[in-house]
């Protein structure tokens, strides 16, 4: 009797055992899939996850002649080849930059390689999309956006109007109704 029991209790240790085991599996095998499959090796300059990328690159080094020092509104993507939604973006900043190179520059700033601008500034999530106008971060955008909001934040500052136009009034104000009296 004692057999059978610890036979029991053996067998059900080891059906919860493996079906932890394949829950384990499976969680493992949904996060790879969401994380979008990283590899091992690190991405080339300028492309992500080993797509060439249309958008130029920035480094520490060159950050200050390209970006702060530029007569032109300069957008810089700061990202990572290992973060998904910074790969999510680069389709959406390639095509943004492609749209609007003659009017504004765009840039990607790998931030595993050029911590110090990436410092300064304090990004703390990627992918961050700062808009640097005469040296000074005017707007900015952290996380992954769709290309509606990248033209709406970013758009308004390549011709200096704003996206949204006022609402016209089908009044006419109060003075305009009263003729002028003169003496």
Not at 113 to 132: D, H, V, W
Request: aromatic fraction near 8%; hydrophobic fraction near 35%.
């Amino acid at each position: 009797m004692l057999y059978n029991n610890r036979m029991k209790s053996e067998k059900k240790s080891g059906l919860k055992f493996w079906l932890a085991g394949g829950l384990v599996a499976i969680i493992c095998f949904g996060l790879t899939l969401m994380s979008g499959c990283r590899s091992t090796h690190s991405a080339q300059p300028g492309s992500v996850a080993g797509r060439a990328s249309e958008t130029p690159s920035v480094t520490d080094a060159m950050f200050r002649s390209q970006v702060l020092e530029s007569k032109s509104p300069v957008l810089v993507d700061f990202w990572a080849p290992w973060c998904g939604p910074c790969r999510m973006m680069s389709p959406i900043v390639d095509e943004f930059y492609g749209e609007n190179r003659d009017k504004m520059k765009v840039y990607k700033l790998n931030v595993d390689e050029n911590p110090g601008t990436a410092q300064k500034y304090q990004i703390r999530g990627i992918p961050s999309l700062f808009l640097f106008k005469n040296g000074e971060v005017v707007e900015q955008i952290v996380g992954s956006v769709s290309k509606d909001r990248l033209v709406e934040t970013f758009g308004k500052h390549l011709t200096g109007e704003t996206t949204e136009k006022p609402a016209e009034s089908s009044e006419k104000p109060a003075d305009a109704e009263k003729p002028q009296q003169t003496r």
